[in-house]
């Protein structure tokens, strides 16, 4: 299962981005691993994989929330 062990190592990874740049390839490499993951959860219906896939979306809504800034002033 490499998707999974890519999952894991960019969940305990260091996430202080510091640039923009790095939010957004940070952002992009955490939705390709969400839609990985979607595929095996399809086939196999684990929980686990959908806890993870719950944690990745909650770093990548961060990582997200950081790049659109302060839009309300």
Do not use: P
Request: proline fraction near 0%; avoid cysteine; aromatic fraction near 4%.
């Amino acid at each position: 299962m490499d998707i999974m062990d890519r999952a894991l190592e960019f969940e305990q990874r260091k996430t202080s981005f510091k640039s923009t740049n790095d939010r957004i390839v940070a952002s992009r490499e955490v939705k390709e691993l969400i839609l990985g993951l979607n595929e095996v959860y399809k086939e196999e219906k684990d929980s686990g994989i959908m806890d993870l896939m719950k944690r990745l979306t909650l770093i990548k809504q961060k990582i997200e929330k950081r790049l659109k800034g302060n839009l309300s002033a």
